[in-house]
C-alpha cells in the first residue's frame, strides 16, 4: 500500500510560475524524501527533510514538513519547462533503511 | 548521473518465463534495494540487500528473489512470470555515509506477454 499520497494526481502550468504539491503520510517518520522521474526513466532524489525540521531550501526548491499533519509540500519557484516530471514524496521504513514507501506521485506540465 | 547502471534497459519474456535483472551500484554503497513500479505508480519496495544477505523485504512472494555479490552488484530474478509483473524494474544503492536517500538507475523495463 501507498503510505504517502501526494496532491494535486497532475499539474499543469506555465512557464515562470510556482508548482506546490504536497503529500501526506500516515505513520511516524524520521525523515521525508522528494524525489524527481522524468517518463518512464529512474528517480533522483532532490531533497530529505529531517522530522524535527519544518522547512528547508535547496536551489529553487522548498520544501515544508508539519508532523502534526503528516504532511508535507514541495514547492517549485519559477517553473521551466525542464521541469516537467513526475514528482514523488517518500518516507523510509523503520528498520529498513532504504525501504522507502512511495506516494502516487504528482505529473507536473510545465508549458512555454 | 547517479552512477548506478541496469541491465538490459529492456525486455520482454512471456509468461512462465525466468528474467534476470542485473545492477551495478555506486562506488563505495554497499546496501542495494530493488524496486517495481507498475505504470502510473510509485515504485514499490521488493528487497534490500547489505553486505550479500536480504535485508528486508516486501509484499512480494518468493518467486522473486535475488543476490547481492562482493562487490555490491546485485541481480533481481523472476521466476514463473506472470502477466503483472510488467513494469519497471528500478535498482538503488545507498551511501552508508547518507542520511537513507537513494541513487537510482535508469530501470530495466520488463514486458511478459
Redo the contacts between chains.
Keep these: 500500500s ?1 503510505q ?1 499520497e501526494e496532491d494535486p494526481q497532475a499539474l499543469s502550468i506555465q512557464e515562470g510560475e510556482n508548482a506546490t504539491m504536497n503529500c501526506s503520510y500516515k505513520t511516524s517518520i ?2 521525508l ?1 522528494w ?1 524527481r522521474q522524468n517518463s ?6 532532490l531533497i ?1 527533510i ?1 522530522s524535527n525540521e519544518r522547512e528547508k531550501h535547496s536551489g529553487r526548491l522548498r520544501v515544508t514538513l508539519d508532523t502534526s499533519k503528516k504532511s508535507s509540500s514541495l514547492l517549485i519557484t519559477a517553473s521551466r519547462a525542464a521541469d516537467t516530471a513526475s514528482y ?1 514524496c ?1 518516507t ?2 523503520t ?11 504528482t505529473r507536473l506540465q510545465v508549458t512555454l | 548521473e ?1 552512477g ?1 547502471t541496469q541491465s538490459p534497459t529492456h525486455l520482454i519474456k512471456t509468461r512462465g518465463q525466468q528474467v534476470t535483472l542485473r545492477c551495478s551500484s555506486q562506488s563505495g554503497h554497499n ?3 530493488w524496486y517495481q513500479q507498475a505504470l ?6 521488493i528487497f ?1 540487500y547489505y553486505r550479500e544477505e536480504e ?2 523485504r ?1 509484499n512480494f512472494p518468493p518467486r522473486f528473489s535475488g543476490l547481492q555479490f562482493p562487490n555490491y552488484s546485485s541481480e533481481l530474478n523472476v521466476n514463473a512470470l506472470e502477466l503483472d509483473d510488467s513494469a ?1 524494474y ?1 535498482c ?1 544503492s ?1 551511501n552508508p555515509q547518507g ?9 530495466s ?1 520488463l514486458t511478459v506477454l
Design positions: 501507498q504517502g524520521n525523515n524524501q524525489y518512464g526513466r529512474g528517480l533522483v532524489h530529505l529531517r514523488f517518500a523510509p521504513h528498520g529498513t533503511a532504504s525501504k522507502l514507501t512511495f506516494g502516487t506521485g | 547517479t548506478v546496501t542495494v534495494s502510473g505508480q510509485g515504485p514499490q519496495f534490500q535485508n528486508g516486501g519497471l528500478l538503488a545507498t542520511a537513507g536517500e537513494l541513487f537510482f538507475g535508469e530501470g523495463r
